[in-house]
């Protein structure tokens, strides 16, 4: 029993590490993909297949390292506007939204692994973004209504909504839907082998 546990560990220090390289990778070959203002994050199918295949904890991390490399590669403009609100708003996004795919998966794969993979798939852009959106009103708030204004939006809401994360929002939840199912099946699969 012991030696299985041990195993299990490896493994999903392996999986961590390697699912860890390619956050990383995805997040800087994301930011030059822009929607808006913003780059696609691709990153979130790394870290929904973490919450499978390794649970909450990897990721969680893998969230936390997403929110790292978010703040090299995206976060200029709100980190010449407020770094503490900056720090806190992409590390905490990044580290909730992986935290709640693991939570959601490990709850709902009792029942059925796929349909768990599919909803924690929906949960993790929908608490990043959650996140983005709420940070967004706390702490650059004024500075998003320029942003809008300057961007010809009636007010803050609708430029945030509609301006900020709009269809980088879609776009994040159908690549979620679409391929994290299909990914996990298959390593699942190959894990049988």
């Given at each position: 029993m012991e030696k299985r546990?041990?195993?299990d560990i490896?493994?999903?220090?392996v999986m961590g590490a390697i699912l860890t390289a390619i956050v990383i990778v995805f997040q800087l070959i994301g930011s030059f993909i822009k929607f808006g203002p913003f780059s696609v994050s691709l990153v979130l199918v790394p870290?929904?297949?973490g919450?499978?295949?390794c649970g909450p904890k990897i990721s969680t991390w893998l969230g936390f390292i997403f929110g790292v490399i978010v703040m090299f590669t995206d976060a200029q403009a709100f980190i010449a506007i407020s770094i503490p609100g900056t720090i806190i708003t992409v590390l905490v996004k990044g580290a909730a939204c992986g935290l709640a795919a693991g939570l959601v998966y490990k709850l709902i794969s009792k029942k059925n692994k796929y349909a768990a993979v599919a909803v924690s798939a929906i949960v993790c852009p929908i608490v990043n973004t959650g996140i983005f959106l709420l940070g967004c009103m706390v702490f650059f708030f004024d500075a998003i209504k320029e942003w809008g204004a300057g961007a010809g939006y009636e007010n803050a809401a609708s430029y945030m909504i509609l301006g900020l994360v709009g269809a980088n929002f879609l776009f994040e939840m159908?690549?979620?839907i679409i391929l994290c199912p299909v990914i996990v099946r298959i390593l699942n699969i190959n894990k049988k082998l």
């Open positions: 546990m041990n195993k490896q493994i999903n220090l870290i929904i297949i919450a499978a295949m159908a690549t979620n």
